[in-house]
Structure formats: structure tokens, C-alpha cells
């Protein structure tokens, strides 16, 4: 049946050895008579950047390249480090890059020789790395999540990929599936019982981040108006407040969101929150401001640090975090809030105390409470 897409396409490429898998014949019964689709014997050679482009990385992401996942799916967090204070987190690798078009992604620069969007028709394997992880025999429980290199929920009006994901983790216990999203697209959600073990969390931002830097997301209200529907049909919520963007009047325009927030789910029926700041690269910076040269967000004053990444500079980041921090607290004590991609010693000073280990913070944000 032909779908309505939320997100535009030229072009689905779909490689031979993928032609008669589930995914492709669910994507070519779906996507509209306006999408071209043709076949190829190596998708490898489709993701590459375009020619004759002033933007080879926005024209890639209107190119879907339907190919097999030739590595493991299942990885380390990209951002974990020995420099920061880590949750844990682990990385389904499904698909790479994403139809929307944020001016401060990472993915800008991670993905520059590749930006073509791929989904891997054989993501079922994946579930084979799952059981290896849930019979290692520690007795913990693993926050295994799929909006690293990809929204998780952005095409899957066309995939219905989050149907078998939730339906195989709701027979894990000693796995809690993260769902990380900017878009609404939750029909699919709402038709399955996850059982207690996926969180859908969404990246927020103040409405004049949205408006200038957030290009092709759902409204930052209507993510909080999904976000309700998913909590009143048995998922966990979880919100991420990053990048935070130390902008003048950020302070004001961020606790109003937080109101936002509270005011549309009860404060103790959240599982957490995070709180990252801004950074980038030098290559990012530069990639971000070639893109999008008139976005106010990447204009500010920033420090380059230790880890080669600017950053706003270090009090007004960290008086922000706090602001936001004793809101949430406000709102619910016990509520778990974290920051990504900080030091110990941030965490310290914006807490009053160091940070969880890794495994202890993944296994009480998986819901080891």
C-alpha cells in the first residue's frame, strides 16, 4: 500500500543480493510512483557523494540505498571516552544518515564520503549480536539504542523496522531498547505492547533552535504531544536536551521548554534526561557553516578544548546545565538526569558529586532502579 512520506526522495537503490528481502518489498510497495527505484549489483558504489553538487551532502540524503550490513550491527557508543563520564550506552547500527537536516550534526562530517542514506536489509542478523548480549551472563541490563547514525523512527511508516524491534525486546529482560527520535512518527508504536522495555526518547530544542537550525523535524511540541501518546501506551520517555546552545537568551527559552515538557507528561513518569552542549569539530564547524551560513546557532563564541571539539565557553555551559538540572529537580527529585559528553569534573561541579560507572548508569537508565 502507497504511504504518505513525511520525508522527500529521489531515489531508492536497492542492491541485487536485497531484492526479495522483507525490507525492500516493504519500501517499493510503499514509497510514491514519483520515487525512481533501480537496482544495482554493489550498493557500496550508491552511497558515495554525489557529482556536480554544491551540497553532495544533502543530495545523499535524498538517495536511500537499500544494501546488506557487511560489519557487526552492534558497537560502542562514538562518543564514549576515557576523557568523559560515559552512560553506557550501546549502538544498533541499522540504518546510516537520516532525512532531516540539523546545521549542528556530527554526521555532516562522519558521514562526508558516505552521506548516501543506507538501510540494511539484512537487520535481522542484529538480532543474533542481541542474544549474544543478553546471555553473557552479567547480571545487569544493557540500554541498546538506534538513533546514532539514524532518527530511529524516520522512515518507518515505509520500514515498520521499530515493530520487530520492540516485539523481539519485549522478551528480553536484560535488554531495554532506546528509540532516540526528532520526528512523530509513532503509528507503528502504538500498535505493539512493548512490555516494559523500550524507552522512546526525544532530542528537544527551544523553538528558535528549531526554527533555524532543526530543518525538516517535527515541532518541538509535537515531539512532547508523541511523546505523551507512547507513555499512554506503555513506553518508558526519555528526553535529550542536546545540543544545548549557550545563545543569548538560552536560559529562559530552555526552562520554558522544560515547562513545556511538565505541563504535557507528569514529571515522574519520565525516565531521565540529558543534557549535552554543543560541540563540534574544527572540520564540522566548518562543514556546518558552508551549509547553513546563516544560521545564528553556529555563530558564537566558542573554546577549542582538550578533546579538539569547541565548546561554549566552560561557566556559561556549566551554568546552564545547572539551571536546567535544578528545574528538573523541581519537578521530580528522583527523576535521573546525566550529562553527555563531559568530564567528571563537570559533572561534579553541576551535581555536587561524581558520576555514575558506566555500567551502573546504562543499567539504572535500562530500568535496573
Known sequence: MKRKMNFELDTVVIEEGC????????????????????????????????????????????????????????????????????????????ASNCPMDCSYCFLQEHLANNPGLQLYANYHDAFNELDRLAHTGCERSFRVGTGELADSLAFDSLTGISRDLVSYFSKHEALMLELKTKTDEIDNLLAIDPRGRTTVSWSLAPTRVFATS????????????????????????????????????????????????????????????????LRMTPGLRTAARRRFPKDPM????????????????????????????????????????????????????????????????????????
Open 298 to 369: 553556529l555563530v558564537g563564541e566558542e573554546v577549542l578544548g582538550e578533546d579538539g571539539r569547541y565548546r561554549a565557553f566552560t561557566p556559561l555551559r556549566l551554568r546552564l546545565f545547572s539551571k536546567l538540572c535544578d528545574r528538573i529537580k523541581r519537578a521530580c527529585p528522583a527523576l535521573p538526569v546525566y550529562l553527555c559528553m563531559e568530564t567528571a569534573s563537570a559533572h561534579h561541579r553541576v551535581f555536587g558529586a561524581a558520576p555514575l560507572t558506566p555500567a551502573a548508569l546504562s543499567s539504572r537508565l535500562a530500568g535496573n532502579w
Open 19 to 94: 531484492r526479495a528481502s522483507a525490507l525492500a518489498t516493504r519500501i517499493v510497495g510503499a514509497v510514491p510512483a514519483s520515487v525512481h527505484v533501480r537496482y544495482v549489483s554493489d550498493g557500496r558504489l550508491e552511497v558515495r557523494p554525489p557529482t556536480g553538487t554544491r551540497d553532495p551532502f544533502g543530495v545523499g540524503k535524498r538517495r536511500m540505498v537499500i544494501m546488506p550490513r557487511r560489519g557487526p550491527f552492534l558497537m560502542g557508543c562514538p562518543a564514549s571516552s576515557t576523557q568523559f563520564a560515559c552512560c553506557g550506552y550501546l549502538v544498533l547500527v541499522l
Open 214 to 277: 532543526e530543518h525538516r523535524t517535527a515541532p518541538p511540541q509535537s515531539r512532547i504531544n508523541a511523546a505523551r501518546r507512547v507513555l499512554d501506551a506503555g513506553y518508558k520517555v526519555g528526553f535529550h536536551l542536546d545540543p544545548l546552545i549557550a545563545y543569548p537568551g538560552a536560559d529562559q527559552d530552555y526552562l520554558e521548554l522544560l515547562d513545556n515538557v511538565f505541563d504535557g507528561l507528569p514529571p515522574r513518569t519520565i525516565a531521565f534526561f540529558s543534557l549535552g552542549g
